[in-house]
């Protein structure tokens, strides 16, 4: 299989092609670097317009020799300008010509390091994109060699998420990576006035657990029965007064990628971010792969 | 088999209680960050806001002007147990309120009968609540639009209407809240607070300028019976000082922020409410009060003869009203909770949804029962059965401090009780007084009501408890 990197030339695009590196050893899929230029408009008299574009492939193909520095010796990449009315349009073609199943893109520099920051043209393909997207942390570098050590799958308890842990385990299996099925208990205080105290919520937070508890361990054996199981599976429950400390209780490490399922709003053949999604990536300190529910569906299917 | 006595006053012990809740095991080990202010704002939040804004109505016709006393009474013995609260509070840490300080302290049996109590205590007044707040939406639409919701729709089938519709709503988009997962920070608890405070004052400073004298002539037309009757129902604007106990776990050097935290709420309520009773009936003769919509907004109309004290105030009640009733209704879902996950209910009041982390089908019954109760039933009816729940919850507690004393003398308490015995007889003594001055008919259906919980103990919670079966829930021991 294919994985195309949207690379942009300035320190989003390093993060891309490390993240794109580490998935690509794991896998061992093709690598394509894609530059994306804005295309022609009518050509004119004058050719102001072809030589706009020619400065603009001029700043591309300089990109994209940055990009052939930066991918390590032992992947395999190509590297590619794409005419292209917008970058997302132009990634989801190339993805098309080379029947991708992933798109690997940067954080928008907008927000801080370490954390997952959607920019416009991740959030256009996380609420559109027909294949997974996969998104490096602001800043993400991964070190020569190293690869995927471990795959967590959020899972929320629902049916549609058992699949997508199904999926996840397929996928952590091709990669020879360990899975972790993670779920995240988001609660603050309550209202005092009700002349109850304040435990009786930490009552229902351990009944929320010991369910939650019981549905990873249910989830966990039907991963063990799959034909190839991931090499080592474990289940985690996160704590926190919000998503950010709930996430950041379940620990993370190098090498660590994160598996989210679209929301069941959207298409069934397309990647649709779901609010929960959205704060499970806005907070997530490892690279995030969000998959549609229709190919996770399918992968599930074929792994089951 | 054990035999039906032992059965029925098995306790539930305290190290069970505190493991399973995790009170000591540092699972969710809570920080003391509570001081003396917070916590007073707790007591003064929790308890303004349910009755004054419509008890007056109910209050006044019993006692005549007379009912400052009823205040002072009621308010007195709302403290007493107050104290009470603190004790058991800081000994027995755990959710559930008296239904599980009966149960640890008292027995299986007796908890039932709590829990019949909390039932009144939360769900049927978050219902009587509903039904004033419905009173005072229509008082504010009529100020600032004009229109009222017609009387069909907006009162219970005894006083003319078919359906309290206002009051259903209040109820639905309460248990949307908590379904949604309600949280409100202490600060917007402390914001309420003032608010509610800043109504009262200002009924009190602008319903002094229709000050009569002529109005107070006839003080006690009803002696001291009817101050005592009154005081019954005004008990119901107190329920909520023993928020203040409820926060034990939570409070920086409860020994002395607990007691003091207690008094100041006390003395600030109990002050609020008798200047409030005493403007009111010094504003407008003792036979108006009676039937009356949204008694303190009429009021300052006739007051000020302009509607726009008025308004204030109807919104300033319709605020802080919804924040009571949310509460309650939380209240009660979870108080369901923890009996349904000692086994004395079915499991499906212990049920949490994955998604949202609450019981969702806990509050949708809840919700629904209480709808149909708010819709249906006249408030005076719903403010009584309320208040002799209490008083009986409150009764239990204050038992329940002296049994623990002699069973659990070696138990850590974080606050105890000053002039034991005699605050604890007190209490006792003061409960039972309210309680005889109710209405014949209150205390029978209470009893029948009492009655009921328990034949339901006998068929299914004696079966079901899951200390009887020896199972342990929540989480495992170390």
């Known amino acids: 299989m294919t994985m195309i990197v949207g690379y942009a030339p300035d320190e989003r695009g390093k993060s891309a092609v490390h993240l794109a590196a580490m998935l690509a050893r794991a896998s061992g899929d093709d690598v394509v670097v894609c530059a994306v230029v804005p295309a022609p408009w009518q050509p004119g008299m004058a050719r102001v317009d072809a030589e706009y574009q020619a400065y603009l492939d001029s700043v591309a193909d300089r990109a994209l020799d940055e990009a052939r520095a930066l991918v390590p010796d032992d992947i395999a990449a190509t590297f590619l300008r794409h005419r292209a009315r917008s970058a997302p349009a132009g990634l989801l073609e190339v993805a098309g010509e080379h029947a991708a199943n992933l798109v690997v893109l940067g954080s928008s520099s907008a927000g801080v390091f370490g954390h997952v920051v959607l920019g416009s043209v991740s959030d256009r393909l996380l609420h559109s994109s027909p294949i997974s997207v996969a998104l490096a942390p602001r800043g993400f570098r991964c070190k020569d060699g190293s690869t995927v050590a471990r795959v967590t799958a959020a899972y929320d308890g629902s049916a549609h998420a058992d699949r997508l842990v199904v999926a996840a385990a397929d996928i952590a299996t091709r990669l020879a990576a360990s899975l972790r099925i993670a779920s995240f208990a988001v609660w603050s205080r309550v209202a005092y006035t009700s002349r109850l105290g304040t435990e009786p919520e930490d009552l229902v937070l351990q009944e929320w657990t010991a369910t939650m508890g019981e549905r990873l361990r249910e989830v966990r054996q039907q991963v063990g029965s799959l034909a190839a199981p991931p090499r080592d599976v474990t289940t985690v429950i996160g704590h926190g007064e919000s998503w950010a400390a709930a996430i950041d209780d379940v620990a993370w490490d190098d090498g660590d990628v994160l598996v989210v399922g679209s929301s069941p709003i959207g298409p069934l053949a397309q990647v649709f971010l779901g609010s929960r999604a959205t704060k499970i990536l806005r907070h997530s300190p490892v690279p995030v792969v969000l998959v549609p529910r229709g190919w996770a569906e399918e992968l599930a299917d074929q792994a089951g | ?478």
Not at chain 2, 205 to 211: R, Y
Not at chain 2, 257 to 262: C, F, G, R, V, Y
Not at chain 2, 283 to 308: D, K, M, R, Y
Not at chain 2, 353 to 361: E, G, Q, W
């Open chain 2, 1 to 478: 088999m054990a035999s039906l006595v032992q059965q029925v006053f098995r306790r539930k012990p305290v190290t069970e209680m505190t493991t399973e809740t995790g009170a000591d095991t540092g699972k969710s080990e809570l920080a003391r960050s509570i001081g003396l202010f917070q916590l007073s704002m707790f007591g003064i939040g929790a308890t303004i806001g349910t009755g004054i804004f419509i008890i007056l109505t109910e209050a006044v016709p019993e006692a005549g002007p007379a009912v400052i006393w009823s205040f002072v009474i009621a308010g007195a013995v709302a403290g007493l147990t107050a104290i009470c609260y603190a004790e058991l509070a800081s000994a027995v840490p755990v959710a559930g309120s008296s239904y599980s300080y009966a149960y640890a302290t008292l027995g299986e049996l007796p908890a039932m009968g709590v829990a019949a109590c909390l039932l009144l205590e939360y769900g049927v007044s978050s219902a009587a609540v509903a039904v004033g707040w419905s009173q005072y939406l229509n008082q504010l639409l009529d100020n600032l639009l004009g229109v009222r919701i017609p009387l069909s729709l907006s009162q219970a089938p005894e006083q003319g209407g078919v359906f309290n519709l206002p009051a259903v709503i209040l109820v639905a988009m309460c248990a949307f809240l908590l379904i949604r997962g309600a949280s409100e920070s202490a600060k917007i608890n402390a914001v309420m607070v003032m608010i509610k405070i800043g109504v009262l004052v200002l009924f009190i400073v602008v319903g002094l300028q229709g000050w009569n004298s002529d109005n107070l002539a006839d003080f006690a037309p009803f002696g001291f019976a009817g101050i005592t009757s009154a005081a019954g129902i005004i008990f119901f604007s107190y329920i909520g000082l023993d928020a203040v106990s409820t926060a034990g776990e939570e409070v920086k050097n409860p020994r002395r922020t607990m007691p003091l935290a207690i008094l100041i709420a006390l003395v600030t309520v109990t002050t609020l409410y008798i200047l409030v009773a005493v403007v009111a009936v010094a504003a407008q003769p003792a036979e108006q009060f009676e039937g009356q919509e949204a008694g303190l907004a009429t009021i300052l109309e006739n007051v000020t003869g302009s509607t726009w004290p008025a308004t204030t105030l109807a919104a300033g009640a319709v605020i802080s009203i919804f924040s009571v009733t949310l509460v309650t209704l939380y209240g009660q879902t979870r108080i369901l909770f923890a009996i349904g996950r000692d086994g004395m209910l079915p499991a499906v009041f212990h049920k949490v949804n994955p998604r949202t982390l609450t019981p969702v089908r806990n509050t949708i019954i809840v919700a629904a029962v209480v709808s149909l109760l708010a819709g249906l039933i006249p408030i005076d009816f719903l403010a009584e059965m309320t208040s002799i729940g209490t008083l009986v919850a409150f009764l239990v507690v204050s038992i329940g401090v002296m049994v623990l004393r002699q069973t659990h003398p070696e138990l850590p308490r974080g606050f105890k009780v000053p002039l034991y015995p005699v605050l604890p007889l007190l209490s006792i003594a003061g409960c039972i007084w309210i309680i005889q001055g109710l209405d014949g008919i209150t205390i029978a259906v209470f009893l029948a009501w009492v009655a009921v919980a328990i034949v339901w103990y006998f068929l299914y919670g004696r079966g079901h408890s899951h200390l009887g079966k020896h199972e342990h829930v929540g989480l495992p021991h170390d």
